[in-house]
C-alpha cells in the first residue's frame, strides 16, 4: 500500500486531510494517509490524530507521496527544494472539474468548485482552492496559489511563485511575472512584471 504525508499541519492541511480522503475513496485507490511532516514540538495531530514526523524523519522511497499543504509562498518554495527528490500526490478532488484537453503538473491540487477549462496548462505544485477557475490558453508556471474564488481568464500567462488572493479577476491575455501577490478582490487589467503587491480594482502596484 502506498503512502500519503502532507508538508504541513496547519488550517490549508485541515481541508487537504479531507479531500484526499474523498479522493482516494471515489477512485478506490490503494493508498493510506500516513502522517504530516513538519519541525514542531507536537508528536500527534489532535485534528486528524494522525502522527507528525520531523522533516529528517521521512526519507524517499518509491511507495512514499507528499501533499504540499502550505499556502505561504515562501515556506512552499523552501520545501519543494528540501523534499525534490519525492514523489509528489496530484489531487484533483472530485467535485472539481478538469477538462480532458488540460494538463495538469505533479503536486498540484485542484479543490472542490476549481474548474481548469479548454486547454489550460498548469505547471507543478499549483492549488487551485475552492471554485478558483483557470481556463482556455492559460499557462500557469510552478508553484501559484489561487485563493477561492480567483479567475485567471483565457490566454493568460503566469510566472511562478504569486500568490492571488481570493476572487481575484485576472482578464484575457494578462502576463504575470513571478514573486508577486494580489490582494483579494483585485481585478488585474495590466501586465505585471515581478516582485510585486498589487491591489485594487483596477489593480495597481502598491509596492515593490
Not at 504525508?5 to 500516513?34: A, Q, T
Not at 496530484?90 to 485542484?110: D, E, F, M, Q, T
Amino acid at each position: 500500500m502506498k503512502k500519503i504525508f502532507f508538508l504541513g499541519g496547519g488550517g490549508l492541511f485541515k481541508e487537504h486531510f479531507y479531500y484526499v480522503k474523498e479522493y482516494i475513496n471515489s477512485k478506490n485507490l490503494d493508498f493510506k494517509i500516513s502522517g504530516i511532516i513538519e519541525n514542531s514540538n507536537r508528536t500527534i495531530d489532535s485534528f486528524s490524530k494522525l502522527k507528525i514526523f520531523k522533516e529528517n524523519k521521512i526519507k524517499p522511497q518509491k511507495d512514499i507521496f507528499l501533499i504540499l499543504s502550505i499556502g505561504e509562498i515562501k515556506k512552499r518554495i523552501t520545501l519543494i527544494n528540501k523534499f525534490k527528490k519525492f514523489n509528489f500526490f496530484k489531487l484533483i478532488h472530485p467535485g472539481s472539474y478538469v477538462s480532458s484537453g488540460a494538463k495538469i503538473g505533479k503536486g498540484c491540487v485542484v479543490s472542490p468548485g476549481a474548474f481548469v477549462t479548454g486547454n489550460a496548462v498548469l505547471d507543478d505544485f499549483n492549488l487551485l482552492d475552492n471554485g478558483s477557475n483557470v481556463t482556455h490558453d492559460c499557462k500557469i508556471d510552478k508553484n501559484n496559489c489561487f485563493s477561492p474564488g480567483s479567475k485567471i481568464l483565457g490566454y493568460c500567462r503566469v510566472g511562478e511563485n504569486n500568490f492571488f488572493g481570493s476572487s481575484v479577476v485576472v482578464i484575457p491575455k494578462i502576463k504575470i511575472g513571478k514573486n508577486n501577490i494580489i490582494g483579494a478582490n483585485s481585478t488585474v487589467i495590466n501586465n505585471i512584471k515581478n516582485n510585486s503587491l498589487i491591489v485594487g480594482s483596477p489593480a495597481k502596484i502598491k509596492k515593490k
